[in-house]
């Protein structure tokens, strides 16, 4: 009886060593690591032409962007793009906006396309900080007719800037409750990166959320994990039998109604 007590506590301290050694990796990993999967830069799609607006960060990076001035429109839309793309590739999506009377600014986080720097989660909310600051202080337009648009990794810096000024809504397109969740699904960590689901709870600007129900990059839970997590009910836009990256084509005319509709309230 003695010996198989024995084996039990021999077993479980093993486990329990077994557990420190993959907590601790994990943590190391988390601190150190990961980054290089937050941020898979991709190749510039755009090089430095007069369109390109430079812009300085507090921490002194200079990040390119540009705005896409709709003739006669209250409205603008300040969009932050997903992690394996920068302002080239969404030109074509904020050109069609421009088309529908909406203005739109588009900026790259640091080290995206011809901005400087190496990507950081800090770094990203000082890139979006001085794009939100560009429309304010330079082009004159109140935060209050702003609507934040996150895609993807975007969700991360559009939540941070909602919960830092009044602006007229945010819109959250493929959104994750947090970088780490997206592997581990629930919180293993101390910290987190972009922990979108610690600032929801604390808005007050109107919001839609846009998701894939396929979704197999940021699983569906996490856009009703963000639903239950808001004070006040969303709207929501789900695609039914979208992935990641085609919920605009499936979704077609009825994305582009949702959205107007919801910039222009």
Same mark, same amino acid.
């Given at each position: 009886m003695h010996t198989i007590k024995q084996m039990v506590v021999n077993i479980f301290i093993l486990l329990v060593a077994a557990f420190s050694v993959i907590y601790t990796g994990l943590f190391i990993y988390a601190i150190y690591a990961s980054d290089s999967m937050i941020f898979p830069i991709p190749a510039s799609s755009y090089t430095d032409e007069s369109d390109i607006l430079k812009l300085k960060t507090a921490d002194g990076e200079s990040i390119s962007a540009y705005f896409l001035e709709a003739p006669g429109s209250k409205d603008v839309l300040f969009y932050s793009h997903g992690n394996g793309e920068d302002i080239g590739d969404i030109r074509t999506l904020l050109q069609e906006f421009k088309k529908k009377g909406i203005s739109a600014l588009a900026y790259d986080y640091p080290g995206y396309g011809t901005s400087s720097g190496e990507p950081s989660e800090q770094g990203v909310y000082a890139a979006a900080e001085a794009a939100f600051r560009y429309l304010t202080d330079k082009r004159g337009y109140s935060p209050e007719s702003i609507t934040l648009y996150g895609r993807s990794l975007g969700s991360g810096p559009s939540c941070w800037l909602a919960e830092r000024y009044r602006?007229?809504?945010?819109?959250?397109?493929? @959104?994750? =409750? =947090?970088?780490?969740? /997206?592997?581990? #699904?629930? &919180?293993?960590?101390?910290?987190? &990166?972009?922990? +979108?689901? @610690?600032?929801?709870?604390? %808005?007050?600007?109107? /919001? %839609?959320?846009?998701?894939?129900?396929?979704?197999?990059?940021?699983?569906?839970?996490?856009? %009703?994990? +963000?639903? #239950? @997590?808001?004070? &006040?009910?969303?709207?929501?836009?789900?695609?039914?039998? @979208?992935?990641? #990256?085609n919920h605009i084509e499936l979704a077609g005319d009825h994305y582009w109604n949702v959205v107007q509709n919801f910039i222009r309230k």
């Open positions: 602006v007229a809504g945010l819109i959250l397109d493929g @959104a994750f =409750s =947090s970088t780490f969740r /997206v592997i581990t #699904n629930i &919180k293993l960590l101390p910290f987190d &990166k972009f922990d +979108n689901l @610690a600032i929801l709870p604390e %808005l007050d600007c109107p /919001v %839609l959320l846009i998701h894939g129900t396929d979704d197999n990059v940021v699983p569906f839970a996490h856009a %009703l994990r +963000n639903e #239950n @997590a808001l004070n &006040k009910p969303p709207e929501t836009l789900w695609v039914e039998g @979208a992935d990641h #990256n």
